[in-house]
Antibody, heavy 121, light 110 residues
Framework: EVQLVESGGGLIQPGGSLRLSCAAS????????MSWVRQAPGKGLDWVSI???????YYADSVKGRFTISRDNSKNTLYLQMNSLRAEDTAVYYC???????????????WGRGTLVTVSS | QSVLTQPPSASGTPGQRVTISCSGG????????VNWYQQFPGSAPKLLMY???QRPSGVPDRFSGSKSGTSASLAISGLQSEDEADYYC???????????FGGGTKVTVL
């Protein structure tokens, strides 16, 4: 069974850093493109970043230069390093698995339950 | 990041047909497939439709999808109370090199 479990969220002051983790089971993270998608309270889905099948990374303009997506194949875990956090980064962050056989795309067939990041002083 | 345009709300009575539109541009819907997600309050999104009009296993056939040019739509035929949820369209954008989501449509069953 495919499972994605996010962790690492919490309350952080503006300008601070957090690293989110997404532990995967039931598949290998290196076999699929993987993304982080966030959702601010009461708002819609907002794509953050993708780690493609060819190990290329892409970011939303709103986080470019501040966030870094990566994975550790030995731990089968996806990460999101978030620096210079702002109040507008407050959201539930979901880890999502892309479709196997494609390098990138918008089709995510498995999602974690999310981890809440609150940026506030 | 740019968004795809969806109506904020849609509604119908049980058994009715409801259609949700998703409007984009040449760099996203016009050149890539559209996927749809269903989300219940407090839960993660779930893939509802992929490749414009393909249903994942387990999705009832009352859900259907279509795409024409730079627009797509999701239809729910025979609306049921359990269909009350938020629905999002999504597509890859070749200009942005990223995924864009629609703003979401809240479906209410009257």
């Amino acid at each position: 069974e495919v499972q994605l479990v996010e962790s690492g969220g919490g309350l952080i002051q503006p300008g601070g850093s957090l690293r989110l983790s997404c532990a995967a089971s039931g598949f290998t993270v290196s076999s699929n493109y993987m993304s982080w998608v966030r959702q601010a309270p009461g708002k819609g889905l907002d794509w953050v970043s993708i780690l493609s099948g060819g190990d290329r990374t892409y970011y939303a303009d709103s986080v470019k230069g501040r966030f870094t997506i990566s994975r550790d194949n030995s731990k089968n875990t996806l990460y999101l390093q978030m620096n210079s956090l702002r109040a507008e980064d407050t959201a539930v962050y979901y880890c999502a698995r892309g479709t196997r056989g494609y390098s990138y795309g918008s089709r995510y067939d498995s999602w974690g339950r999310g981890t809440l990041v609150t940026v506030s002083s | 990041q740019s968004v795809l345009t969806q109506p904020p709300s849609a509604s119908g009575t049980p058994g009715q047909r409801v259609t949700i539109s998703c409007s984009g541009g040449s760099s996203n819907i016009g050149s890539n497939v559209v996927n749809w997600y269903q989300q219940f309050p407090g839960s993660a999104p779930k893939l509802l439709m992929y490749g414009n009009n393909q249903r994942p296993s387990g999705v009832p056939d009352r859900f259907s999808g279509s795409k024409s040019g730079t627009s797509a739509s999701l239809a729910i035929s025979g609306l049921q109370s359990e269909d009350e949820a938020d629905y999002y369209c999504a597509a890859w954008d070749d200009s942005l090199n990223g995924v864009i989501f629609g703003g979401g449509t809240k479906v209410t069953v009257l």
